[in-house]
């Protein structure tokens, strides 16, 4: 997938950045939507991440590529089409999903997320990922519901 760290060194200096992550889940669709509305309204870039861990893989590692590569650029078509001015970059990587966006906001300018993702108890308020980026986001943080 792409090739750029996700500590933001590929920016743009002096443009803003937000930074979403989507995993396929209802709450990844609504805070990708409420991105890109901020970013086509500020004029900041938006940065689209998903992440997984391999020890949750029950399919081929060229799988879960193939599958969050398509994820992240039916993504990208959304928002172009709906804001054809935001300039959008995605990245894929295989760690922690709350690790990655942690550190994607570092010099970011907004973290945004769902309050739910696709795993873990459907009970609770905020998902273990939303919950993280909580406590330990660099940039603020928005966790739409």
Known sequence: MSAE???GAGRAPGTPTIV??????????KAL????????????GLEIHTAYEP???????????RTLG?????ARA?????FPGVV???RTHEESPAR???EASDGADLLVVGSRGLGGFTGLLLGSVSHQCSLHAHCPVVIVR
């Open 20 to 29: 979403v992550g989507i995993d396929g889940s209802p709450g990844a669709d």
């Open 100 to 102: 990655v966006l942690i």
């Open 5 to 7: 760290p996700a500590d």
């Open 78 to 82: 959304r928002v172009g089409e709906e």
């Open 55 to 65: 020890s949750y893989e029950f399919i081929t590692h060229d799988e879960v590529e």
């Open 70 to 74: 398509r994820q992240v650029e039916a």
């Open 88 to 90: 959008v970059t995605t």
């Open 33 to 44: 939507a409420w991105a890109a509305a901020e970013a086509a309204r500020s004029g900041a």
